[in-house]
T-cell receptor
Framework: DAMVIQNPRYQVTQFGKPVTLSCSQTLNHNVMYWYQQKSSQAPKLLFHYYDKDFNNEADTPDNFQSRRPNTSFCFLDIRSPGLGDAAMYLC???????????????FGPGTRLTVT | QQQVKQSPQSLIVQKGGISIINCAYENTAFDYFPWYQQFPGKGPALLIAIRPDVSEKKEGRFTISFNKSAKQFSLHIMDSQPGDSATYFCASIDTGRRALTFGSGTRLQVQP
């Protein structure tokens, strides 16, 4: 089945130790998103890639970076995790068609990040 | 103007009853309105979605009602089941931004 895959599902890192989360998709969608979700809150968009174009949200801290080496893969790098960065990180994909029409957005299962 | 207001925050329904969750938006550039279902520890799953050119869409027990003039839309879950117990998020997207704006979520509990 076509899907959005995230690895690892659970990640424990130490305060200040860089960590990378990965996402892959078999949907061949041209947009990939990274969200942060904390307990009992809605997902919060960090940034997204439209093809190779990176679009950062204005309030995303510089501590968060992303790479998209090809259509299928996207990575979230947290350069110096703080205790406040402990959260579920969700990858999502979508297709943007003719005239910029956005189609359904599908989420992966998420990576639960713990910072010790 | 990017906000989507969702209510209620939590909802308890008896098995077999109707669950209704409401959302309101202000941004008239929104042109796509999905609902997501999320179980604890899982990613949000797309449940049903509607575009503003129709007033209602039904898929199985799930129905979206859309009122463009009032800038409101709602999710109706008919014959609610305990397995429907989850958090539900409404969302909106405007094509120019390519990103979802989420409501705050509704925690639904269906009692057996």
């Amino acid at each position: 089945d076509a899907m959005v895959i995230q690895n690892p599902r659970y990640q424990v890192t130490q305060f200040g130790k860089p960590v990378t989360l990965s996402c892959s998709q078999t949907l061949n969608h041209n947009v990939m998103y990274w969200y942060q979700q904390k307990s009992s809150q809605a997902p919060k968009l960090l940034f997204h890639y439209y093809d190779k174009d990176f679009n950062n949200e204005a309030d995303t801290p510089d501590n968060f970076q992303s790479r998209r080496p090809n259509t299928s893969f996207c990575f979230l790098d947290i350069r110096s995790p703080g205790l406040g960065d402990a959260a579920m990180y969700l990858c999502a994909t979508s297709r943007v068609g003719v005239a910029g029409k956005v189609y359904e957005q599908y989420f992966g299962p998420g990576t639960r990040l713990t910072v010790t | 103007q990017q906000q989507v207001k969702q209510s209620p925050q939590s909802l308890i329904v008896q098995k077999g009853g109707i669950s209704i969750i409401n959302c309101a938006y202000e941004n008239t550039a929104f042109d796509y309105f999905p609902w997501y279902q999320q179980f604890p520890g899982k990613g949000p799953a797309l449940l049903i979605a509607i575009r503003p050119d129709v007033s209602e869409k039904k898929e199985g027990r799930f129905t979206i009602s859309f009122n463009k003039s009032a800038k409101q839309f709602s999710l109706h879950i008919m014959d609610s089941q305990p397995g429907d117990s989850a958090t539900y998020f409404c969302a909106s997207i405007d094509t120019g931004r390519r990103a979802l704006t989420f409501g705050s979520g509704t925690r639904l509990q269906v009692q057996p």
